[in-house]
């Protein structure tokens, strides 16, 4: 299981197995069955390069940790638990969460800013502790068999295990399938279940039984307290270059991935600025599709020039897709969404092959500030809900003025189209053995929220959980550790805490960055009226180069073909093929099923 995983920690690894034969918890050989408890890592070193900082770890001889990930604020947290009589012996974090777990109990995982999943063996109670970040950027994986319960951080781990059996969960698939959208809570494995985000739970030591997940983190507690948008934009500025500056703590090279948005032009323009001055220029890592209605390279220049800095470019293409495929598969665990998330994986490889171990990453700004164009028209539908007409007509008259966004204007038939293709799509593609759930029925849950259940909702079920699931593999997949600054739980406090009409002005989303950081953005970063989302040419793919590859794959007997019929996929792509790829949610679809086919076939999938 450990050893599955090496990309994960190329640079080290340890394992220890433990035993209590009545006198006490002890090590002992793993050889034959003498042992109760056994622990493995892989070592990925960023803080305390030292074998000091090597897992698994022991404290106090009461408490053992395998954990991956960071915890930012070890700093202060150390200083607090010394002037209370702990002494340490590393410079690692991993030493600060055993302390803190002597100290305080589980109730120390509100303390953390970062982000793990962590197994604490408590010798002294004889139970394991398991716990995930608040936002599950890190994952956990818990399976339970006869006489048995293993913990792993990818899927397949619990391969090595003889009694673990690949079996489908065939509602988490039909919604992949179907909508693009998982439920975080879920695996596409049956046996194979996700500790919940922002929660801990214990398992007995002594019947294997686990206890229910308990939450420490609730933001749904945060008041709505700011209504001023300078003030927003103050806040949030202030916040935001604390974040990168506990993100930046690292005893091994820092880079960012730079997408040209305004959330990572954010993080490198303010990371640049809070490097040492002696430090050689800040590695940043773009994807570029040069010729390309997506690609972004004129945005990322504009920052580039601003901040200086010493850039690497990559442009992924169809026959490195074809080539990379069932790496990239394995390496995912699961079926992914789309080819952007194929140069995420390409970003990663070059982050990599330049040295770079840490990169920070502006991923989360879309979701803690609602910055998606649905979410500004969800807002916009909440004024008209509320007799708010005045102010609705605001947004749209502002937005064709000087200073407003009229992007704004022309995203209503965008809106319009993507909201039919989700709820009546052109081509139905049916599926025999997979019980589907009504179309649209995702979309109606998100409109029957309100306004702050409907935030909470978009940061930790709708989109984040996937992107960050995908970006964890991605970059672990070449021992790079990807950070989010913008996912500290203090600053998406803040942001809870902004009353929705600060978040929107004009026509521009995201209002509190934009004002907040203008004195320091390039004006073409800060008053960039779109952002595409990291898009790749998936029309020009599919409809191209790949072409080929599908139509051979229509006619050839696959596993897919037991779940889904192959003539309305055979639709599908001949209606793509004749509108030269132009409806997106179709591509996205077609896409789906293909991967969810070589899936299948990789992993050994069974019904």
Known sequence: ???????????????????????????????????????????????????????????????????????????????????????????????????????????????????????????????????????????????????????????????????????????????????????????????????????????????????????????????????????????????????????????????????????SSAVATMTNLMRASDESLLHTFTVTFPGHRSDEREYVDAVLAHIGASPHFVTPTPEGFLEDFDRFLWIQDEPVGGFSQYAGYSLARLTRQAGVPVSLNGQGGDEILSGYWQTYFLHLRDLWRGGRVLELMSHFAGSLLGNGNPTLVRQIPVMLRRYRARVKPPMEVRFPSLTMKKRGEVLRNVLALSPLARRLHEIRFMFLPQLLKWDDRNFMGFSVESRYPFLDHELIELCLSFDPQVLYHHGWVKYPLRTGLRNMLPPSIAQRPSKFGFETPEDQWLTGLLRPKLEKWLKSTRPVWEHVERQSVQRLATDIWRLHGKRDEQCKELFRIFVFDRWLDIFGVQS
């Open 1 to 263: 299981m450990r050893d599955e995983v090496a990309y994960r920690g190329p640079d080290g690894k340890g394992s220890v197995f433990l035993d209590n034969g009545g006198s006490g918890w002890a090590e002992v050989s793993h050889s034959g069955s003498g042992w109760q408890v056994g622990l493995g890592h892989r070592r990925l070193s960023i803080l305390d390069l030292s074998s000091a900082g090597h897992q698994p770890m022991a404290y106090r001889d009461k408490f053992w940790i395998v954990y991956n990930g960071e915890i930012y604020n070890f700093l202060e947290l150390r200083r607090a638990l010394e002037e209370v009589g702990h002494r340490f012996h590393s410079s690692s974090d991993t030493e600060v969460i055993l302390a803190a777990y002597a100290e305080w109990g589980p109730a120390c995982f509100a303390r953390f800013r970062g982000m793990w999943g962590l197994v604490i063996i408590d010798c002294h109670r004889n139970e394991a502790i398991l716990c995930r970040d608040r936002l599950g950027i890190k994952p956990l994986y818990l399976w339970q068999g006869p006489g048995m319960v293993a913990v792993a951080s990818e899927i397949k781990e619990f391969f090595a295990i003889p009694a673990f059996k690949a079996r489908l969960e065939p509602a988490v698939s039909a919604e992949y399938i179907q909508t693009g959208y998982e439920d975080p809570t879920q695996s596409f494995f049956r046996d194979a279940h996700p500790i919940e985000a922002g929660s801990w739970l214990r398992i007995s030591l002594g019947t294997l039984q686990p206890s229910g997940a308990e939450s420490y983190w609730h933001p749904e507690r945060v008041q709505v307290s700011v209504t001023d948008a300078e003030e927003a934009g103050r806040a949030f500025a202030s916040k935001l270059q604390e974040c990168v500056k506990i993100h930046l703590r690292s005893d091994v090279p820092v880079g960012c991935a730079l997408s040209g948005g305004l959330d």
